[in-house]
């Protein structure tokens, strides 16, 4: 299935902004992150479609995963 | 006194006399110092009713017992008079260095009463305080300004200024510090305008006195490490400044677009934090004492300069429908030179360009480019003509209510108590709503910054679509942001310290008995008195509500579609919780708070 990763501030360090991932049925956001080779100490958000998720949230087909490391400001 | 000088100068405009007085001793330890005792002073020295613009108005710029302490971001001050926009209490904060060279002079808090005749600036070093001609200075943008008073008083010396936008009583007039810094919001300008007082400039020599230095190190060092070791402060706030924001509040699908039309923008990779690191970024300042530095300077064709804010590009960007980051660092520069903020500003003309769109402006109404979505040259050319109050830029300049207004239309303001809406769409986050409709300013975000546990998760994530605890949650961030801005620190530091840290630093410094929880305490005061102070002034609970778009127009697309704000099942809860019936205290309440 197709999975399209989102990536910001210092995790684009060393990759592309936007990765698109080929995943399979079952597979979580900690498998994606492990593809990307991201420590997962350094991720503060997750989100799937713009709406909350965790690192052992199932993805679907089509489904856009927003990484964000710890990020704040006001 | 630790922590405190325990003197206030008082300065009569009009009949131009400087008199020195003890701070009050008992005040000072309720309501703490800087937004805490300034509201207390104004309370106790003004009629709420009086017309903000007159002279029988007052503005007190005060610091707190740690501005000027060697502690972490112990550099605010606070300006806190009648608001000409809102008509409520006005307390705007500002960093930079000002605030703590002020403390250095041996004073704690000026209080500047009356009109003078003509222009005139302050100077204060140490003990001489100076009223001095300012006519030559009339006229002049900040960074001029700043700098002919550096040149007669030395390099040494800080100055606060306001620009043309103050003096011709811009309801959305800034006051600016060190070329860059602003109390923002309030139009507290527009009073310092309305007296005549163009710039205060100030050069000290005294330590504040510290009542344990030993205790104090060991807490300073704590902290310190605190602030390194949070991703925000330690990481993501110095490497991006706060426009990092942008991106995740459009993921989130929360970033205000074409005056909160709609809540994505399509475009905000452009004008992203990230974006404006990669492109612009020449290096990261800090203000007093702040290991932090969020602060940007950038550079955009040959000129230099204090870089945009998150709010402040989402107010020209996103706001505005511009994409294009040179434009908007541009228009920042613009509203520093002519002291406007920049939140109020951004969000008038977007206003503006809805009344555009709606056809209640006219074309010919302009005679200057179009205020239509997306329009750069707009946006340089209005903010232009805001700050020297020309042609529309007149009419621009009362702020987005009074513009609306004007059209018969209101409702397409979108601000609380007539103050602009920052940045952040309440309708998918529903305890920042219930907090901006409860703000004692108006539409505000750092009067309670719920964005940090409804979005960012810190200290903890909470779901911001419901509504569970949220009211709660909103009540004590107003009652420990207001103790915060009373000590003199920077928000910024709420997200690697506690309620009991600040207690630490506070008691080490003025050898206070306070916990985490007394010091919660002591906000919920300052929170109750700034509210009998909008009371008074005839701002009742009527004015505790949201823009009807917000309230009634559901978010149309992208991950918060559907929403929008469920005040009417939180502002119950809330009043109840603060002990208030339709939005005013109790006498019980009053009691148990000492006020």
């Known amino acids: 299935m ?16 936007v990765v698109l991932l080929d995943m399979n ?47 704040g400001g006001g | 006194m630790n922590g405190y000088n325990g003197k206030i100068l008082r300065v009569n405009l009009r009949e131009k006399t400087v008199k020195v007085e003890d701070i009050n001793t008992h005040d000072a330890e309720r309501f703490i110092g800087g937004r805490g005792l300034g509201s207390k002073i104004l309370l106790d020295e003004i009629d709420p009713k009086v017309d903000a613009l007159s002279p029988d108005n007052k503005l007190i710029v ?41 403390k250095a002079t041996g004073y704690d808090a000026i209080i500047i009463e009356d009109k003078s005749e003509k222009p005139v600036y302050i100077n204060i070093e140490d003990d001489k305080v100076e009223i001095r001609d300012g006519e030559h200075l009339w006229g002049k943008l900040v960074s001029e300004t700043t700098k002919a008073l550096k040149t007669a008083h030395g390099e040494k010396a800080k100055v606060l200024t306001i620009g043309p936008a103050g003096e011709k009583l811009s309801n959305i007039a800034a006051i600016i510090n060190d070329e860059d810094r602003a109390a923002g919001r309030s139009g507290v300008g527009a009073v310092m305008g309305s007296k005549n007082l163009k710039a205060i400039v100030v050069k000290g020599s005294k330590k504040t006195n510290v009542y344990d230095e030993e205790k104090l190190k060991e807490v300073v060092s704590k902290l310190n490490k605190q602030i390194k070791e949070d991703g925000v402060t330690g990481t993501g706030l110095p490497a991006y400044g706060t426009a990092i924001l942008v991106n995740i509040i459009n993921e989130n699908g929360v970033f205000p677009t074409h005056n909160f039309q709609t809540s994505q923008f399509d475009k905000a990779e452009e004008i992203s934090g990230e974006t404006l690191a990669n492109d612009h970024l020449i290096k990261r ?16 064709h040959d000129s230099e300069g204090g870089g945009p804010e998150y709010e402040t590009i989402w107010a020209f960007g996103s706001n505005c429908g511009i994409s294009d980051i040179k434009a908007i660092i541009d228009a ?80 397409l303001s979108m601000s609380v108590k007539k103050l602009e809406i920052p940045a952040y769409d309440p309708r998918a986050i529903q305890g920042q709503g219930v907090q901006y409709a409860t703000s004692n300013r108006g539409g505000c975000h750092v009067r309670g910054y719920l964005i940090s546990p409804e979005i960012l998760g810190s200290p903890v994530k909470l779901d911001r679509f419901a509504l569970e605890g949220k009211a709660q949650w909103a009540k004590t961030f107003q009652d420990l942001t207001a103790a915060i801005d009373s000590l003199g620190l920077c928000l910024f530091s709420s997200f690697a310290f506690s309620a009991d840290d600040y207690a630490e630093l506070y008691n080490a410094v003025t050898g206070s008995q306070h916990t985490g929880e007394s010091l919660i305490g002591a906000g919920e005061r300052i929170y109750n008195l700034e509210r009998v102070f909008n009371l008074k002034a005839g701002i009742d609970g009527s004015y505790d509500t949201l823009p009807k778009r917000l309230l009634e127009e559901e978010i149309a697309e992208g991950p918060s579609k559907g929403n929008v704000t469920k005040l009417s099942v939180l502002l119950p809860e809330y009043y109840e919780l603060r002990g208030w019936v339709d939005g005013a205290p109790t006498e019980e309440k009053l009691e148990s708070l000492g006020l």
């Open chain 1, 2 to 17: 197709d999975i399209k990763v989102k990536l910001f501030a210092y995790l684009r360090e060393g990759r592309d902004k």
């Open chain 1, 25 to 71: 049925e079952g597979d979580t956001i900690k498998k994606a992150v492990k593809i990307l080779n991201i420590d997962p100490k350094e991720i503060s958000i997750l989100l799937i479609n713009g709406r909350d998720a965790n690192i052992d949230s199932i993805l679907v087909q089509g489904d856009t995963v927003s990484i964000f490391p710890p990020v």
């Open chain 2, 62 to 102: 005060i610091t707190g017992p740690l501005t000027g302490a060697p502690v972490p971001t112990g550099g605010r001050y606070m300006v806190v008079t009648k608001s000409p926009l809102s008509g409520t209490v006005a307390s705007s904060n500002s960093g930079g260095y000002w605030g703590a060279e002020f």
């Open chain 2, 285 to 300: 300042t800090a203000c007093y004492r702040c290991p932090i530095g969020c602060g940007r300077y950038v550079r955009i």
């Open chain 2, 332 to 411: 920042n520069f613009w509203c520093n030179e002519y002291g406007l903020d920049t939140i109020s500003t951004g969000a008038t003309l977007a206003a503006a360009m809805e009344l555009r769109e709606k056809g209640y402006i006219k074309e010919e109404d302009l005679a200057g480019p179009d205020l239509k979505f997306g329009n750069t040259e707009a946006i340089i050319y209005w903010t232009q003509k805001m700050g020297s109050r020309e042609g529309f830029g007149h009419k621009l300049g009362m702020g987005s209510y009074r513009l609306c207004e004007s059209y018969g239309a209101p409702e």
